[in-house]
């Protein structure tokens, strides 16, 4: 590897200020939520998909190692931390177009610089009657990065790489491929058909390190005539009976969007941060104090949040089918919101403040932005939970940094089939391994597919707390075996824990191997990436 030679000559083809090489930059390249040992030997910024070719064509002819990064906010996983030593980061961010947009067939081609709120203000500037799914991460955060993980949202829509419709990508060799029926130029349908013709490749190239996504098409949701939000609660007890009613409704259709549920431990932990003073200190939470917080601010041991689309008289008999399916549970309680009734309360909250002492505007903190998701509305708003466990204030949501203000967060995602027996199994596993290690098992259960549940997991802790960051992963180590001993793989990977799943199948390893040595003889593209 001739790392000097390789800088030398991206510097030729690329603009100044493309090509970084100062130590303070690149020790913010080398920064997550969590440890990581891997150095950083350049970072390059290409503004193009030629300049991006260029620079893969370089990096194969010295054998250079390049990781990839659309916006580097991939906090929890690795941020933007390569899975392996002396790689060159290529930064996507400044390939921000929008290259494409039909309003009628509702698609839209981007670069892997285009961020969900870009997206969301260029939809808006066309008052184009279309949604886009938006995670609960930072409005800042690549489209393309999050569907590449396989990421998911709020709405119908909600499981990103499904509404994927052709990929243009930069193999090793500096050539672009095009899947599906992208490959023939006149091809018409390429946005609107995925499969094209043949073997299907999209999927080769998510959770991959075979090549670099240069552009997407990915399929919008038209927006519905009415949206109306529910939230509803229940005993801790009763998530077995919740998760096998709400199934029905997910595989007949009346739940049409993935639906979030949550534990108390993760809905108090969305909006603050730890009660240091007043528990003295100890960790996890009290359980006396979890169920004051939760009395007050009216939080169930389980809480589940969805939303209902169509017509006003679909919505309804989709409201009327939810109760009646929830019903038996007796501990179930209801709440049902759309624009009318927050525009309302907006005019009310001061009188109603007066007459029975109830904070509109607080509820309305809470409530207002989990309605905007389940409408394609990105947002910053969840960001300062990442500092659930620091000792300094957060910051307002716009400024947050979790990487600069060294957070701790590790995420953890295991799938299960939908029934109540696995969910029960997972709350299990999960609480008792966090509380091992003194961490508050903050839990969400989404009802991501028909059949699925995705359970995210998040280890929060501060990197400033001497012995909370190998705790962390002591546990993260831990409570990963212990999953995938019962059978619970993760839908995806933080860098620490790639590396980390049992031995596969021969024949699939043998297969991914070939694939890699064909497409990427030198091993350029972000090694360790989703290897064992």
Known sequence: MDFKQAIAQWAEILPPASVITDKATLNKYETATYHTPHSVVAILKPNNKEQLQQIVKIASEHKTPLYPISTGKNWGYGSSVPTSNNCT???????????????????VTLEPGVTQKQL??????????????????????????????????????????SNVCGLEVILASGESLHTGFGRFSNAKAASVYKWGVGAHLDGLFSQSNFGIISKMTIWLMPAPEYTQVFFCNVNKDELSELV???????????????????????????????PWKEVND??????????????????????????????????????????????????????????????????????????????????????????????????????????????????????????????????????????????????????????????DPAISMTLLTERCIDSVIAITYDRDRQGEEERALTCHD??????????????????????????????HGLAINKIKQALDPNNIFSPGRYEN
Request: glycine residues 6%; proline residues 6%; aromatic residues 10%.
């Open 120 to 161: 969301y203000d260029f939809l808006q500037s066309k008052n184009a009657p279309l949604w886009i799914d938006a995670t609960g991460s930072s409005s800042q955060c690549s489209i393309i990065g999050n569907t590449l993980e396989r990421g998911f949202g709020h709405t119908p829509y909600g499981d990103h790489f």
């Open 244 to 274: 096998n009613s709400l199934r029905p409704l997910r595989l007949n259709g009346t739940l049409k969007s993935a639906m979030h549920i949550v534990n108390a431990h993760k809905a108090v932990s969305a909006f603050g941060q730890y």
């Open 478 to 507: 831990e409570l990963l075996k212990k999953l995938i001993e019962k059978g619970y793989y993760p839908y995806r990977l933080s860098t620490h824990a790639m590396g980390q799943l049992p031995q596969a199948e021969k024949g």
């Open 89 to 107: 980061i290529v930064d996507l961010g400044n390939m921000n177009k929008i290259l494409d947009f039909d309003q009628d067939l509702a698609y």
């Open 282 to 439: 100890v960790t996890p939470l009290p359980s006396d104090w979890l169920e004051k917080q939760c009395k007050k601010s009216k939080i169930g041991g389980w809480n589940a949040s969805g939303a209902l689309y169509g017509t006003k008289a679909e919505v309804a008999l989709a409201r009327k089918k939810l109760k009646n399916a929830l019903k038996h549970i007796k501990s179930v309680k209801f709440f049902f919101l759309d624009d009318r009734l927050i525009k309302m309360a907006k005019m009310i909250k001061k009188p109603y403040q007066w007459l029975t002492g109830v904070d509109l505007d607080k509820a309305l903190e809470i409530v207002e932005p989990l309605f905007a998701l389940k409408q394609g509305i990105p947002s910053n708003t969840f960001l300062p939970s990442t500092y659930w466990r620091k000792n300094t204030p957060a910051p307002a949501a716009d400024e947050a940094d979790p990487d600069k203000d060294r957070c701790g967060l590790l995420w953890l995602a295991p799938i299960a089939p939908m029934t109540g027996q696995h969910a029960v199994i997972l709350e299990k596993i999960i609480e008792d391994t966090l509380i091992k290690y003194r961490f």
